[in-house]
């Protein structure tokens, strides 16, 4: 079996991914990498290489270390983090995906690299957003992001790379914690209600974006990721979709579990992020070329995740 690196291991989708892909693989066949010197236990059992993805000669050791084909380069700055030092943003987003990308010219069968929403911008449809739309994002992720699809669909065309893409919603799971996005909110929210906590949320309530649970944004990387080559049509970054809701959505499902949970909604420099994205996506393309079905809407991701943490934390 062709042998995996996850580059970003430790994040909100390196540690699902990597749990899951070691369920199905094998451990032994799954290597984790982040900047840590030593793994979380989160990522569970399995080899484990420190690597700053900036390191070109570090990751192309662990390349032959290891005879990895196939690779997940997940390792980004986000939304939010990447406005406090959009040049550092710029330089290990756009510098980072590049040398994964020569990779795949000579060593690497396969690559996974992720996209996002913050492609799109104020001039994009505000409701299901086509596969090809205008994209004018005024985020440094969402510029960064933009530029990695076209220099993804330039190594296909170009060199052949197989290189597959989504473009994700905001994410939301129980296994870690988000890491610096305009969505993290919509994680944030659930660690107070159940801790009979109080929230000020950062976005205003009536603010609609697409979201999505991660165990089906797992689920559609590695559909994505298994899909015979000629099922996959787009080669910049397919739509993705699952649910869209607002910060009074997600309260008031929530409320159904805890009912005296109090939120404040006080707005910040995410507001003017989330204001630029779309409120709903059309992922048609992704459901006819390889198949993708979302699992989870608003309840059935409410009920999961507090299924899930409830019995982790402490009740103030």
């Given at each position: 079996?062709?042998?995996?690196?996850?580059?970003?291991?430790?994040?909100?989708?390196?540690t699902?991914?990597?749990?899951?892909?070691?369920?199905?693989?094998?451990?032994?066949?799954?290597?984790?990498?982040?900047?840590?010197?030593?793994?979380?236990?989160?990522?569970?059992?399995?080899?484990?290489?420190p690597?700053?993805?900036?390191?070109?000669?570090?990751?192309?050791?662990?390349l032959?270390?290891?005879?990895?084909?196939?690779?997940?380069?997940l390792a980004?700055?986000?939304?939010?983090?990447?406005?406090?030092?959009?040049?550092?943003a710029?330089?290990?987003?756009?510098?980072?995906l590049?040398?994964?990308?020569e990779?795949g010219?000579n060593?690497?069968?396969?690559?996974y690299?992720?996209?996002?929403?913050?492609?799109?911008?104020?001039?994009?449809?505000?409701?299901?957003?086509?596969q090809?739309?205008?994209?004018n994002?005024?985020?440094?992720?969402?510029?960064?992001?933009?530029?990695?699809?076209?220099w993804?669909?330039?190594?296909?065309?170009?060199y052949?790379?197989?290189?597959?893409?989504?473009?994700?919603?905001?994410l939301?799971?129980?296994?870690?914690m988000?890491?610096g996005g305009?969505?993290?909110?919509?994680?944030?929210?659930?660690?107070?209600?159940?801790?009979?906590?109080s929230?000020?949320?950062f976005?205003?309530?009536?603010?609609?974006?697409?979201?999505?649970?991660?165990?089906?944004?797992?689920?559609?990387?590695?559909?994505?990721?298994?899909?015979?080559?000629?099922?996959?049509?787009?080669?910049?970054?397919?739509?993705l979709a699952?649910?869209?809701f607002?910060?009074?959505?997600?309260?008031?499902?929530?409320?159904?579990?805890?009912?005296?949970f109090?939120?404040?909604?006080?707005?910040d420099?995410r507001?003017?992020?989330?204001?630029?994205?779309?409120?709903?996506?059309?992922?048609?393309?992704?459901?006819?070329?390889?198949?993708?079905?979302?699992?989870?809407?608003?309840?059935?991701l409410?009920?999961?995740?507090?299924?899930h943490?409830?019995?982790?934390?402490?009740?103030?």
């Amino acid at each position: 079996m062709d042998k995996i690196l996850i580059i970003g291991a430790c994040g909100q989708l390196g540690t699902e991914l990597t749990l899951k892909l070691r369920a199905m693989k094998g451990r032994d066949s799954v290597v984790a990498t982040d900047l840590q010197n030593e793994p979380p236990k989160i990522v569970g059992d399995g080899p484990y290489e420190p690597l700053n993805i900036l390191d070109s000669d570090r990751f192309h050791e662990i390349l032959s270390t290891h005879d990895i084909k196939e690779v997940y380069h997940l390792a980004a700055i986000l939304s939010a983090k990447g406005e406090d030092n959009p040049k550092f943003a710029w330089k290990l987003n756009m510098e980072s995906l590049l040398t994964v990308l020569e990779a795949g010219r000579n060593k690497v069968k396969k690559i996974y690299w992720p996209s996002s929403i913050a492609v799109f911008g104020k001039d994009t449809p505000k409701e299901n957003v086509p596969q090809k739309t205008i994209m004018n994002p005024d985020t440094v992720y969402g510029i960064s992001k933009l530029a990695g699809e076209r220099w993804c669909e330039y190594y296909f065309q170009k060199y052949g790379v197989d290189v597959r893409s989504l473009r994700y919603p905001g994410l939301i799971g129980y296994k870690a914690m988000p890491g610096g996005g305009t969505t993290d909110y919509a994680v944030h929210v659930f660690h107070k209600a159940i801790a009979r906590e109080s929230y000020e949320c950062f976005i205003e309530e009536g603010t609609v974006l697409p979201m999505m649970y991660m165990e089906d944004a797992v689920r559609a990387t590695i559909e994505l990721m298994e899909a015979p080559i000629d099922q996959v049509k787009v080669r910049s970054s397919y739509n993705l979709a699952a649910m869209s809701f607002s910060p009074m959505s997600i309260t008031t499902e929530i409320r159904k579990h805890y009912p005296d949970f109090k939120i404040t909604f006080v707005p910040d420099y995410r507001q003017k992020i989330a204001n630029s994205w779309p409120a709903s996506i059309d992922d048609s393309e992704a459901r006819a070329d390889w198949g993708w079905r979302h699992e989870y809407g608003l309840p059935e991701l409410v009920e999961t995740m507090i299924g899930h943490l409830k019995d982790t934390i402490v009740v103030s």
